[in-house]
């Protein structure tokens, strides 16, 4: 089949929006709705992702793993997906290694496994796309349509929750009310998935603040405002750094970044590194760091992905969040452009949370 698609050629530098022929022959066959841009999909455009290659014998790899569509045509299948069904595809798809058998491919022991969009299989960003069942999740609350492209970068956020459900049961992790209002998180990063953990860390109930080396628009300053996280500028003040943390997530990916808040943090105290750039520059940590770690019981984690159980918590989240927080979550989607802009890939757009492609 024919698709107007958005192509790289990796591991080059470069992006078209262009006509491509793909080989597919799936039961569902579905229509992108929206499909989100985030820091990978950038990564592989400016060839600075080296783990990205296109399928099997192809040169072109088709972008896209953040996606929102829409069933155009479904065979009869156990999963009751239906023609005119909303759904967000799961982006990783499983090898054969035991973890990849049993559901957890975000849990892949030998790497055997390939996401749509960035590692040998053809992505969500064309006109049409075909996929098995299993592979997508329904949207079951319609008035989650415009939001529910969120779902995927969320998913990453539950599973690293799920993350530090474990890892907390070393200590008695909650306060002396047995609750989680009086520890403190910090998010380093201001973009989709920051907030997205912002907002998963006042669900469990912890101050929560937002970090960041520069100052901070009003509109997103604004908009922590309702689910009451705190934003500050890490070069100026660290006033509310005095009592330390509890659980860090970082999204930066900066080395140097990370041990300065590695250092902030207090005993028992988690650190879930989840944000990658490859091109961050070397830093140096010494014994003293070591030793700060290990006095303090620090557990320092890295998640990667999700499974289809996290798609659907996070499609839960989205509709609840709707509700509490109103046009907040739909604020987050800060630009909605067409496919052939595909300068969005080379550019952030100023004061981005989250740009996304409208297909239709
Ligand atoms: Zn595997």
């Known amino acids: 089949m024919k698709v107007d698609a958005i192509t790289t050629e990796p591991p080059k530098w470069g992006v078209k929006y262009e006509d491509i022929d793909v080989d597919e022959n799936l039961p569902i066959k579905l229509k992108p709705v929206y499909t989100g841009?985030?820091?990978?999909?950038?990564?592989?455009?400016?060839?600075?992702?080296?783990?990205?290659?296109a399928p099997h014998g192809r040169q072109k790899l088709i972008l896209g793993?953040?996606?929102?569509?829409?069933?155009?045509?479904?065979?009869d299948n156990?999963?009751?997906?239906?023609?005119?069904?909303?759904?967000?595809?799961?982006?990783r798809r499983p090898g054969k290694c035991v973890n990849c058998l049993i559901g957890r491919s975000d849990n892949c022991s030998?790497?055997?496994?390939?996401?749509?969009?960035?590692?040998?299989?053809?992505?969500?960003?064309?006109?049409?796309?075909?996929?098995?069942?299993?592979?997508?999740?329904?949207?079951?609350?319609?008035?989650?349509?415009s939001i529910a492209v969120l779902t995927e970068p969320l998913k990453n956020v539950k599973k690293a929750f799920e993350m530090f459900d474990t890892v907390s049961k070393k200590s008695v992790f909650t306060d002396?009310?047995?609750?989680?209002?009086?520890?403190?998180?910090?998010?380093?990063?201001?973009g989709s998935e920051a907030f997205l953990y912002g907002l998963a860390s006042r669900d469990y109930g912890f101050q929560t603040y937002m970090t960041n080396r520069h100052p901070e628009t009003e509109s997103k300053l604004r908009m922590i405002e309702r689910p009451n996280i705190t934003f500050y500028d890490y070069t100026k003040d660290t006033s509310v750094e005095k009592n330390g943390f509890d659980l860090a997530v970082d999204t930066s990916g900066d080395p140097a970044t990370i041990f300065?808040?590695?250092?902030?943090?207090?005993?028992?105290?988690i650190v879930i590194l989840f944000g990658t750039n490859g091109r961050a520059p070397a830093s140096t940590f010494d014994g003293s760091d070591i030793d700060y770690i290990i006095e303090r019981n620090i557990t320092i984690l890295g998640?990667?992905?999700?499974?289809?159980?996290?798609?659907?918590?996070?499609?839960?989240?989205?509709?609840?969040?709707?509700?509490?927080?109103?046009?907040l979550i739909s604020n987050m989607i800060t630009s909605r452009v067409k496919p052939d802009n595909t300068d969005i890939f080379l550019h952030k757009q100023p004061g981005e949370i989250k740009t996304v492609i409208g297909w239709s």
């Open 78 to 91: 156990d999963l009751g997906i239906k023609t005119g069904d909303y759904v967000v595809p799961i982006v």
């Open 303 to 327: 998640s990667v992905d999700g499974s289809r159980i996290h798609y659907e918590r996070a499609l839960q989240d989205l509709t609840r969040w709707n509700y509490q927080y109103g046009d």
């Open 176 to 190: 002396a009310n047995g609750a989680y209002d009086e520890k403190r998180a910090i998010i380093i990063g201001t």
């Open 65 to 75: 793993h953040e996606c929102l569509a829409k069933v155009i045509e479904a065979e």
């Open 260 to 269: 300065r808040f590695i250092r902030k943090m207090n005993n028992n105290g």
């Open 110 to 145: 030998d790497g055997d496994k390939h996401e749509a969009g960035i590692t040998g299989l053809n992505g969500f960003m064309r006109s049409e796309f075909q996929d098995y069942p299993q592979n997508l999740v329904k949207v079951e609350d319609p008035d989650i349509a």
């Open 37 to 53: 841009i985030c820091g990978t999909d950038r990564g592989i455009v400016s060839g600075s992702l080296p783990f990205a290659y």
